[in-house]
């Protein structure tokens, strides 16, 4: 079964990632995940491509330490959490967070929560492709 | 010899990924950020986070050691 924190340039596979959290305990009660995907916009620019570019060791240890805190926080059963690092297209896939508790609230919450703190603490950049010509995103508190 | 790191917008501004410094007794961060600012002059006024050995840092006067990895960063945008 794959790392259940990675960076990797290939796709996902939600399926895949619930399988792999169903696997760890028969207690759970609900999954929540999140996917995060490119858009054809920003800034109210037309966006043909984004491409990713991570620290990729200090990333991964922040990934890790994120889904540690995480399942200790809301009490999860388990957690997974997945980037692409790769030139993608309006429609790929970006980001998974998946998260297994026993209890609904606790998996939404988590979700949210995991989503949130990678964006503030996880070492990736993105470079979008636009008409005027390629540039760097600048992110918003 | 002290690493030095650069990505995304940053490496950009330095134009490299990676400078390496000789390092000698005494040397802090600031000295590394001095003398990287010397060579690309406000290259790194976009830099929001420092890291030390793959951790964050903001300590300037931090003694560094020889082998030590630095990398200078902008705002993170993943997800």
Not at chain 1, 110 to 117: H, K, V
Not at chain 2, 32 to 54: C, E, H, T, W
Request: net charge negative; aromatic share 8%.
């Amino acid at each position: 079964m794959p790392s259940p924190v990675r960076l990797q340039q290939q796709d996902f596979s939600l399926d895949a990632e619930i399988a792999a959290l169903k696997q760890a305990s028969s207690h759970i009660g609900g999954i929540a995940t999140f996917v995060g995907c490119a858009r054809d916009f920003s800034e109210g620019r037309s966006v043909s491509g984004i491409c990713f570019e991570a620290y990729d060791r200090m990333a991964l240890t922040e990934m890790q330490k994120l889904r540690g805190e995480a399942i200790e926080r809301f009490g999860l059963i388990d957690a997974r959490i997945v980037h692409r690092v790769a030139a993608v297209v309006p429609g790929d896939n970006i980001v998974l967070i998946a998260v297994a508790a026993e209890h609904r609230a606790a998996a939404f919450e988590a979700c949210r929560w995991l989503i949130d703190e990678l964006k503030q603490r996880v070492p990736i950049w993105k470079k979008e492709t636009t008409p005027e010509g390629d540039a760097w995103v600048t992110p918003h508190p | 010899m002290i690493r030095v790191l650069f990505f995304g917008p940053v490496a950009e501004r330095v134009d490299t990924r990676e400078m390496q410094f000789e390092h000698t007794p005494g040397m802090t961060l600031h000295d590394i950020i001095a003398r990287v600012g010397m060579q690309y002059p406000g290259a790194l006024s976009i830099v929001s986070f420092m890291a030390l050995n793959q951790g964050q840092t903001s300590d300037r006067q931090q003694p560094l050691q020889d082998g030590d990895e630095i990398a200078f960063m902008a705002k993170f945008s993943g997800g």
